[in-house]
């Protein structure tokens, strides 16, 4: 009877409520880069800023798109993956590095601006996370039309 107790309640309880609360950050204008609100989610125990990006990603809930949020990103991914996934994410000496894996197609000036800027201030909410460095699938700075591709990697244009 305890065992029947037990997996009942088990049963009943939400897989995500356990989880902790993560934070996604979405544009809430067309400015550049924009002014951007978080919104919070429920992420597993594992892969935290992984599963911010997904969401991210994902976009947000029709409720939130009724308070004016919206996330740019998500629909620019084109194409097959070259990983599997969306995209790879390492996060080492402070420093996350997002790798997408499909194509992420611009938008202008002011799209890209949005979109890195999501991206940045998603990832910077965790402690371990200083720098964000955004890459596409050939290992250049997202949206950089530089020769050398590198500016989001040294900071200079």
Same mark, same amino acid.
């Given at each position: 009877?305890?065992?029947?107790?037990?997996?009942?309640?088990?049963?009943?309880?939400?897989?995500?409520?356990?989880?902790?609360?993560?934070?996604?950050?979405?544009?809430?204008?067309?400015?550049?880069?924009?002014?951007?609100?978080?919104?919070?989610?429920?992420?597993?125990?594992? &892969?935290? #800023?992984?599963?911010?990006?997904?969401?991210?990603?994902? %976009?947000?809930?029709?409720?939130?798109?009724? +308070?004016? !949020? /919206?996330?740019?990103?998500?629909?620019?991914?084109?194409?097959?993956?070259?990983?599997?996934?969306?995209?790879?994410?390492?996060?080492?000496? &402070?420093? #996350?590095?997002?790798?997408?894996?499909?194509?992420?197609? %611009?938008?202008?000036?002011?799209?890209?601006? +949005?979109? !890195? /800027?999501?991206?940045?201030?998603?990832?910077?909410?965790?402690?371990?996370?200083?720098?964000?460095?955004?890459?596409?699938?050939?290992?250049?700075?997202?949206?950089?039309?530089?020769?050398?591709?590198?500016?989001?990697?040294?900071?200079?244009?």
């Amino acid at each position: 009877m305890k065992e029947l107790i037990l997996a009942t309640a088990l049963a009943l309880t939400p897989a995500t409520a356990a989880g902790p609360t993560v934070k996604v950050y979405f544009s809430a204008d067309l400015g550049i880069p924009g002014k951007v609100v978080a919104v919070s989610r429920k992420a597993p125990d594992t &892969g935290v #800023a992984k599963f911010a990006v997904q969401q991210l990603i994902k %976009g947000p809930t029709k409720a939130e798109r009724k +308070r004016g !949020l /919206h996330s740019e990103l998500g629909r620019q991914i084109k194409g097959r993956s070259d990983c599997g996934a969306d995209f790879q994410l390492k996060i080492k000496h &402070g420093t #996350a590095t997002l790798r997408f894996c499909r194509t992420v197609m %611009g938008l202008g000036v002011g799209g890209d601006a +949005r979109i !890195l /800027h999501t991206i940045d201030r998603t990832l910077r909410q965790f402690a371990s996370v200083k720098k964000v460095v955004t890459l596409d699938k050939g290992g250049r700075c997202l949206f950089d039309q530089t020769d050398a591709g590198t500016s989001c990697i040294t900071g200079h244009e």
